[in-house]
């Protein structure tokens, strides 16, 4: 079993940045990829980027250049940095965390961009 907690969510105004944490615990050793998620309001969750358990980073091609993912293994955390924020970026993020023959999904941070 891996558990997942997701935190640094907040309200941020347009053009700012968040780092986004996603802390596992468990069984971390079975973890493959990590990856993260988001989910707007009345829309589909949508894939947002993937690192895997060697470092090796995949993004959606809407968010290159703006979100960076990053992992420390040393505390089973990977991290999303998103910057240059825009109202579209307002969502509930996700990170999930993939073994052999299962998924395992946090319960989500609030990302809110307004002024």
């Known amino acids: 079993q891996v558990q997942l907690v997701e935190s640094g969510g907040g309200l941020v105004q347009p053009g700012g940045s968040l780092r986004l944490s996603c802390a596992a615990s468990g069984s971390t050793f079975s973890i493959r990829d990590m990856n993260w998620y988001r989910q707007a309001p009345g829309k589909q969750r949508d894939w947002v980027a993937r690192?895997?358990?060697?470092?090796?980073?995949n993004y959606a091609d809407s968010l290159k250049g703006r979100f960076t993912i990053s992992r420390d293994n040393a505390k089973n955390t990977v991290y999303l940095q998103m910057n240059s924020l825009n109202t579209e970026d307002t969502a509930v993020y996700y990170c999930?965390?993939?073994?052999?023959?299962?998924?395992?999904w946090g319960q989500g941070t609030q990302v809110t961009v307004s002024s």
């Open positions: 690192i895997s358990s060697a470092g090796s980073t």
């Open positions: 999930n965390a993939v073994t052999i023959g299962r998924v395992y």
